[in-house]
């Protein structure tokens, strides 16, 4: 990791809205274009452009040169470390549910 520019947080990057639709673009096509993203917002290329630059830095999108064309795709497996984190809270309401569903049955 670059120290002066380190990698940034995977949920500061997934917390914006363009950016979590971008992932889900993504995950819905093997690979797209500039352009073709870029067509999906009411924002410019630029803009676009700094959003894959802050998912590539958290490793989300990996890119590849094809001719003058750059095509991105998702690479879902950073998104493992937010299943985790939210898992816990699924289990914490789950079993208070549970407890609830327990007291109103008595």
């Given at each position: ?19 979590r ?12 274009p ?5 067509a ?11 959003h894959l ?6 490793d ?17 497996a ?28 008595e």
């Amino acid at each position: 990791m670059n120290k002066t520019h380190p990698k940034h947080d995977i949920y500061v990057a997934i917390a914006d809205p363009t950016r979590r639709k971008i992932i889900r673009l993504l995950a819905d096509a093997d690979e797209l274009p500039l352009h073709e993203l870029t067509a999906q917002f009411q924002i410019g290329r630029t803009a676009v452009s700094k959003h894959l630059a802050i998912l590539k830095e958290t490793d989300l999108v990996i890119n590849r040169k094809l001719g003058r064309e750059t095509r991105y795709r998702l690479n879902a497996a950073p998104l493992q470390e937010v299943k985790d984190w939210l898992s816990f809270y699924e289990k914490f309401w789950n079993e208070r549910a549970t407890l609830l569903k327990k007291i109103l049955e008595e």
